[in-house]
Every structure is written in structure tokens, then in C-alpha cells.
């Protein structure tokens, strides 16, 4: 079955200092990969998510490279700033068979960035 | 105001009673899903609708049953809660059911068993 490794729960940085937070995946079928952001008390919502064309997506400042290879799509920016304080979410979605797409989520990934 | 929307936001209950949590979307969207996040945060999808029609449904216990009335409603009972059942429950639409599709997400309903 599909599945998604964050390895870390919590990061806590020096805003200013570049973020760099792991994602794994394990798929049968070739997936699509998204990086998630839920802000505190509200909705998770779409940050990234990976191209079929090996573009690196890039939003807010975050990017992120699809590595086939390593099966890999780690979550970097040059300078964290307060605002990015959240819990990160990396998921994957595959179409598996008749089953439809669905998202796998990895653990979760706590931001904190302190002044 | 185009959005997923969530009822209740909050909801306490004893263990054995039934539950119902309302979610509709005004986006437009043809797929909608239910997911629950636990204590540690951890986020599992239970079921996905494409048009009313159920197209996953992850091992949920049987006291869990997903009713879509149509294509912008998926609500969600819950027979007879048990401790475990304590969460949040998020409620997501995307345009179409393919692996590629932005997941738009509601604010979720914490449930809260004693």
C-alpha cells in the first residue's frame, strides 16, 4: 500500500534561517505528491503539490522537488519568517486501480519559528 | 461565499449515543471526502463520494456510515460513539476524483466522547 514518512514531528528554527522538512513516500503506482499547511484551529490547505513534468513548484516561498529516485519531496525555503508557524502535512494520491484517488498523508511535520 | 462548510463545530457526547455531522460544499465540486485527525494529529481518510456515488471506503468500523443526498452534501453518523471516536472530523471536496485534484478542506468538527 501507498505510505508517507515524515521523519521529523517537531522543528523548531530561528526565523530568518532556511527550512528544510523530509518527506518519503512508498507507492505502487507512479503518485502525485502535496505539501499541506494547517495554521492553528483552522483548515489544512494546499501548498505545493508536485507537476508531471519535473517542474519544482514553488508558492509562498516554499518549494519542493519531486526526486523519483530517492522517493523523495522535501519542503524547503531560504528564511523562515513567524508566519510559518504550522503543522506540515506531506501526502501522496494515486489513482489505485477502481478505488479512486485518495490522499495519504504522512505524520505531520510541527513548524515553529521563533524571533 | 464558496467554501467547504462544517456542522457542528464542536460536539460532546456519551459513549453508545448517535451522532450526525453535516458538510457541504458550494464549490461546485463533483468529489467530496471525510477524514479524521486524531489527538496526535495524525490525518486518515475514512470515505470519498464522486457524485454521490461511494468511491473509497478505507476499513472504518461499521458504526461509521458516510449519506450523500447529493453532489454538494456529505454528512456523517456515527451509531454509537466509543472513546476512541474522540477527534476531528474533516470534511474535503476536490473538481473531480483524479490523483491530481486540489483537496479543499472544511474547518472540521471536533467530537469529543466521555
Known amino acids: 500500500g501507498d505510505s508517507v514518512t515524515q521523519t521529523e514531528g517537531l522543528v523548531t528554527l530561528t526565523e530568518g534561517l532556511p527550512v528544510m522538512l523530509n518527506c518519503t513516500y512508498q507507492s505502487t503506482y507512479s503518485p502525485f505528491l502535496f505539501w499541506y499547511v494547517q495554521h492553528l484551529n483552522e483548515a489544512p490547505k494546499l501548498l505545493l503539490k508536485?507537476?508531471?513534468?519535473?517542474k519544482r513548484p514553488e508558492h509562498q516561498g516554499f518549494h519542493a522537488t519531486l526526486h523519483k529516485s530517492s522517493s523523495s519531496f522535501h519542503l524547503q525555503k531560504s528564511s523562515a519568517q513567524l508566519s510559518d508557524s504550522a503543522l506540515y502535512y506531506c501526502a501522496l494520491s494515486a489513482l489505485n486501480n477502481n478505488a479512486g484517488a485518495k490522499l495519504t498523508f504522512g505524520g505531520g511535520t510541527r513548524l515553529t519559528v521563533r524571533p | 461565499e464558496t467554501a467547504v462548510f462544517q456542522t457542528p463545530n464542536y460536539h460532546v457526547t456519551q459513549v453508545g449515543n448517535e451522532v450526525s455531522f453535516n458538510c457541504k460544499q458550494t464549490l461546485g465540486h463533483d468529489t467530496m471526502y471525510w477524514y479524521k485527525q486524531d489527538s496526535k494529529k495524525l490525518l486518515k481518510i475514512m470515505f470519498s463520494y464522486n457524485n454521490k456515488q461511494l468511491i473509497v471506503n478505507e476499513t472504518v468500523p461499521r458504526r461509521f456510515s458516510p449519506q450523500s443526498s447529493d453532489k454538494a452534501h456529505l454528512n456523517l453518523r456515527i451509531k454509537s460513539v466509543e472513546p476512541e471516536d474522540s477527534a476531528v472530523y474533516l470534511c474535503?471536496?476536490?473538481?473531480?476524483?483524479?490523483?491530481?485534484?486540489?483537496?479543499?478542506f472544511g474547518p472540521g468538527t471536533r467530537l469529543t466522547v466521555l
Open positions: 508536485s507537476f508531471t513534468d519535473n
Open positions: 474535503a471536496s476536490s473538481s473531480d476524483w483524479g490523483a491530481l485534484y486540489e483537496q479543499y
